[in-house]
């Protein structure tokens, strides 16, 4: 089901609903803790950190959805051949280097083990919760790759690391069953931009290229069209969503501080650019946003999915200065001193050009799995 069992235009989620309908009775591939321990004979079992019973089948079997593990990447100019404007890619800056990963390639591989800027890391897309994490992909001191374990938790993706066969929840980088349990992965910020503001901010990055996967898939194309549909249910989650929103409503989760909230993007998003002014976990942050990007989970050709925009977080402070922004068409203005920023954090214009702000780790996702991951999440849906 999760590479492509459903199209269509709004149909497409119905299908999906059908699809899973008939995986679920027509198939006892859901797993029991019997056959997850029969699949897995490497891993450690007697070290679970949550229910087994819990952990189910995604359809494809293990690896059945194929990481990358040797990507390799094209300038600009080749890649502007097949990438739209408002496609979204996951962008990861380490060193000098910085990557782009458009979602068209993750939504059929959803992680590609990589280095750049000489640190080891595993970009991590899950088309079900739609939230796009990346990690230093090193475990107690020791680098290894990640692959794909066709399992779900809590209709979310469930990696392996391919040293210990532990099991890991793609959300939060926690491992959860095996050897590993309770090891933690460290995250490294890696945006959901357009193709355009990725393209502008690093002027001299490199771009995935999907001719050299070494895997043949219709890339471009959404095998999960109508998923991104708050009105609808998310494929196999078990229990109850918490009744504060819709399961699918958009939302940016930050945690800073041992405090979280989830922010509406009804809330951050409006106009060509909005700045919204936040406290969060003792911390102003500030959370801007600039229209321009496309949903990958709605059409059933990734690039023409409707404006959802692009989403940075920042430690609204500089050398001990709070600040606050807005915003217009030009980009992001303190209040304070009158500089001009960009997207990235980065002044361009007035007494702090030059400086960049501190970027806080965020995710854009679904209300749903935020709020599994962070139970005691704040919401936010009006300032």
């Keep these: 089901m999760r590479e492509g069992s459903c199209s269509g235009a709004r149909a497409g989620y119905a299908r999906v609903v059908l699809v899973s309908w008939l995986i679920l009775t027509l198939q006892p591939i859901a797993h029991a803790r019997s056959d997850l321990q029969r699949d897995w004979p490497r891993t450690d079992f007697s070290n679970a950190l949550i229910d087994l019973d819990a952990v189910r089948s995604g359809g494809p079997p293990k690896d059945g959805i194929p990481a990358i593990d040797e990507p390799r990447f094209e300038q600009f100019e080749t890649a502007e051949r097949w990438l739209g404007d408002r496609e979204p890619v996951i962008a990861l800056s380490a060193g000098d280097e910085a990557r782009a990963y458009p979602l068209q390639i993750m939504i059929w591989h959803e992680i590609v083990n990589d280095t750049v800027g000489d640190v080891p890391v595993s970009v991590t897309y899950c088309p079900l919760c739609n939230s796009a994490v990346s990690y230093r992909r090193e475990v107690r001191g020791v680098e ?97 969503p918490d009744n504060r929103a819709l399961a699918k409503q958009r939302v940016v989760g930050v945690s800073h501080n041992d405090e979280a909230a989830a922010y509406s993007l009804d809330l951050i998003a409006g106009g060509e650019a909005q700045a919204t002014n936040v406290s969060l976990g003792g911390d102003g942050l500030a959370i801007f946003w600039v229209a321009g990007q496309a949903t990958a989970l709605e059409s059933g050709t990734i690039s023409e999915g409707r404006d959802v925009g692009s989403v940075s977080v920042f430690r609204a402070a500089l050398d001990g200065q709070s600040l606050t922004f807005s915003a217009d068409t030009d980009g992001f203005t303190d209040d304070q001193t009158g500089s001009r920023w960009l997207l990235n954090g980065e002044a361009v214009d007035g007494p702090l050009a030059g400086s960049r702000l501190e970027r806080i780790n965020h995710l854009d996702t679904f209300w749903f799995a935020w709020a599994t991951y962070q139970p005691e999440t704040a919401l936010v849906e009006s300032s």
């Design 144 to 240: 290894t790759t990640f692959g794909t374990s066709g399992s779900l938790f809590s209709s979310a993706l469930v990696m392996y690391d391919r040293a210990t066969e532990t099991l890991w929840t793609h959300f939060d980088g926690r491992a959860v069953v095996g050897l590993l349990a309770g090891d933690v992965l460290e995250p490294i910020p890696s945006p959901l931009l357009s193709w355009d503001e990725f393209r502008s901010t690093y002027p001299d990055g490199l771009v995935l290229d999907p001719a050299a996967t070494g895997f043949s898939r219709r890339y471009g194309s959404n095998p999960y069209q109508g998923y991104d549909d708050p009105e609808s249910f998310p494929f196999l989650f078990r229990g109850v």
